[in-house]
């Protein structure tokens, strides 16, 4: 059974970096036609798509975030993280990171982690 | 960026009625439609892939149709364990985008 688990930095000043992690156990990150990405959920709000590593090594991010965001893979810990800079308190949201399916080219998000909590506060 | 709206943003229902939330896209997303369900401080979980197929393991009570702009999630009969916020998802273009979520709460 895939699991994925997010870790890291749950309080962030403002103009700080965030830094996640999602480790993935139960298959590899580099097989398969899979992506690997974050979403965020502001509190009481709805769901943002902010981007993606594929097994390839390409990445896609959401262009409202683009200039702030890396996600990256460390294939021999076999997980993936997010770096976002310059937070601001609109930043606050719960992270989740995902697996991206693809049947009939069809992409949609199969497992997920159970979130962490980030706070942009000073 | 694709919008996606959702009607209603919030619904009642007794167990066993029939629901159904819509959604509605900026422009034409395909069969590239999505639906989750997330529980209070749980992550979403997908009930509904490419606009009609049911997830496995997803109940059967579970349907959906659709495809350009307007999709519909259909719940034949709801159990308490529905009682939930619903999120439609465009995978057509990206950024992949959601819908604002429709809240399913006890009559």
């Known amino acids: 059974q895939l699991q994925l688990q997010e870790s890291g930095s749950g309080l962030v000043k403002p103009t700080q970096t965030l830094s996640l992690t999602c480790a993935v156990s139960?298959?590899?990150?580099?097989?398969?036609?899979?992506?690997w990405n974050w979403i965020r959920q502001p509190p009481g709000r709805g769901l943002e798509w902010i981007g993606y590593?594929?097994?390839?090594?390409?990445?896609y991010y959401n262009p409202s975030l683009k200039s702030r965001v890396t996600i990256s893979a460390d294939r021999s810990k076999n997980q993936f993280s997010l770096n976002l800079n310059s937070m601001t308190a609109a930043d606050t949201a719960v992270y989740f990171c995902?697996?991206?399916?693809?049947?009939?080219?069809?992409?949609?998000?199969?497992?997920w982690g159970q979130g962490a909590a980030v706070t942009v506060s000073s | 960026d694709i919008q996606m709206t959702q009607s209603p943003s919030s619904l009642s229902a007794f167990v066993g009625d029939r629901v159904t939330i819509t959604c509605r896209a900026s422009?034409?997303?395909?069969?590239?439609l999505n639906w989750y369900q997330q529980k209070p401080g749980k992550a979403p979980k997908v009930l509904i892939y490419?606009?009609?197929t049911l997830q496995s393991g997803v109940p059967s009570r579970f349907s959906a149709s659709g495809s350009g702009t307007d999709f519909t999630l259909a719940i034949s009969s709801l159990e308490p364990e529905d009682f939930a916020t619903y999120y439609c998802?465009?995978?057509?273009?990206?950024?992949?985008?959601f819908g604002q979520g429709t809240k399913v709460e006890i009559k």
């Open positions: 590593f594929y097994h390839t090594g390409s990445t």
């Open positions: 995902a697996r991206g399916r693809q049947l009939w080219t069809h992409p949609f998000f199969d497992y």
């Open positions: 998802q465009q995978t057509y273009d990206i950024p992949w985008t």
């Open positions: 422009q034409s997303v395909s069969t590239y």
């Open positions: 139960g298959d590899s990150i580099s097989s398969g036609d899979f992506s």
């Open positions: 490419a606009s009609s």
